[in-house]
Each structure stands twice: as C-alpha cells, then as structure tokens.
C-alpha cells in the first residue's frame, strides 16, 4: 500500500534512495510516485511547485 507524503522535503531526501520517480500529470494537478526498493511513497502537488520540485530530485524522472 503506497504511503501518502506531504512534506517536500521529506519527500527529496527520500528521492536520493529512490530507483525512480514517476510523474502523472491530470489537468492542474500533479502526482508523484517515488520507488524505493520496499515501498512506494506518493505526493500530490500543483503544476508549477511541481516543476521546481522535479527539478530537485535526484533519481531518474519517468513521465506516464
């Protein structure tokens, strides 16, 4: 079951452990899903704080 996070953050720190990052993107809103080898975190966010924080991850970016 995927555990929903609400600090950014959190949310970049946990990316440096991550295998992939993949971003869904429906109407205004977007969905990040971040895979680390156990669990899958997920982050909901607006389209333009989304960009910024894409920008900052530090594993491979995956548009579905």
Partial sequence: MPTEITDEDAFMKMSESAIEC????????????????????????????????IKGLACEVVEV
Avoid: H
């Fill in 22 to 53: 993949r971003v869904r993107r429906s109407g205004e809103s977007v969905k990040l899903k971040l895979r680390t080898r156990k669990k899958l975190y997920t982050m909901k966010v607006v389209g333009a704080r989304a960009e910024e924080i």
